[in-house]
């Protein structure tokens, strides 16, 4: 790449990165009378080639501010997708009197909070038309749904989930899941799944013309056996073996585990740091 084809990128270079290039600021500042850069973006691409270098490293290093909201919406879901990562996966049953049940998943999910305990999701129209996902129906008409959170075992049947199936197939049965009633809500839940949440609808939110998110409170929890660990109440996580989105076809598994303590202020004072 061209150090040329950057000029417009020079707005975001902090100080740090000027100093890389033994830049002062006193070199950078504007000129009070005609907002100018005293040294211009000619010279410092000049600079730059110069330090050839570090030329990859200097924009490896450098922000690039981006205005998210102007550029279309296919790449402002790419760069969403691919820094916030990994995100969980929710396997959302829901039901309908007339189709029965649905799944399909969802990586815009995460739980919120607990007391009550609170589950969102993000659904979209469905790409092609102007129709809202089967799921966001039956979440908004019924006020239901469960959430089955995917593990390795089920994370193929789980991509299944999301084929779009002529109406009336099921997309449980094409992937060979199968599912169990609920206690509290009508939609049933994900045998195979090794965490499932029945929710009831809270807020129904209408972001923009084709996004919705449904926050919905948990009314009751499943977790398969052998999971719960009732001496630290949390789940065993060397049993536990979640699949999280990435981007794109990417997903990721055996998460690297390591323990950091947040430390008190007087702990954070006398360390040496
Ligand atoms: C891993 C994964 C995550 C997905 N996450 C979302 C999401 O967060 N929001 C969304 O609207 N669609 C998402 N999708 C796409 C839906 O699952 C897909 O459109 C599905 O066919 C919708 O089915 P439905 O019409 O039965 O609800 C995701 C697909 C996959 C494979």
């Not at 052998?226 to 996580?237: M, N, R, S």
Request: proline share 7%.
């Amino acid at each position: 790449m061209q150090a040329s084809e950057h000029a417009d990128c020079f707005e975001s270079i902090d100080q740090q990165a000027l100093e890389h290039f033994g830049m002062t600021q006193k070199q950078n500042r504007l000129y009070p009378a005609c907002g100018q850069r005293l040294f211009p973006a000619s010279a410092m691409i000049r600079r730059l080639q110069r330090y050839s270098e570090s030329f990859d490293r200097f924009f490896s290093e450098a922000s690039l501010r981006i205005d998210i909201n102007a550029l279309p919406v296919a790449a402002q879901y790419k760069l969403i997708c691919s820094t916030v990562i990994p995100r969980p996966i929710a396997l959302v049953t829901t039901w309908s009197p007339s189709d029965g049940h649905n799944a399909a998943p969802f990586s815009y999910f995460n739980a919120m909070g607990e007391n009550p305990p609170i589950m969102v999701l993000g659904i979209e129209h469905r790409p092609d038309s102007e129709t809202l996902k089967d799921t966001g129906i039956n979440i908004r008409d019924t006020g239901q749904f469960v959430i089955n959170l995917v593990d390795e075992p089920i994370a193929e049947a789980m991509s299944t989930c999301a084929v779009d199936f002529p109406k009336g197939m099921s997309e449980i049965e094409a992937a060979g899941l199968s599912l169990m009633p609920s206690e509290c809500v009508k939609p049933g839940r994900v045998a195979e799944s090794p965490v499932s949440y029945e929710c009831e609808l809270m807020h129904w939110l209408h972001v923009s013309p084709r996004r919705y998110m449904a926050v919905g409170k948990v009314l009751m929890m499943h977790v398969r056996d052998g999971l719960y660990d009732p001496e630290t109440g949390y789940i065993d996580h060397s049993k536990y073996k979640p699949v999280g989105r990435y981007f794109g076809r990417l997903y990721t598994k055996e998460h690297k585990v390591f323990e950091m303590p947040v430390p008190s202020y007087e702990q954070w004072l006398s360390s040496d740091k």
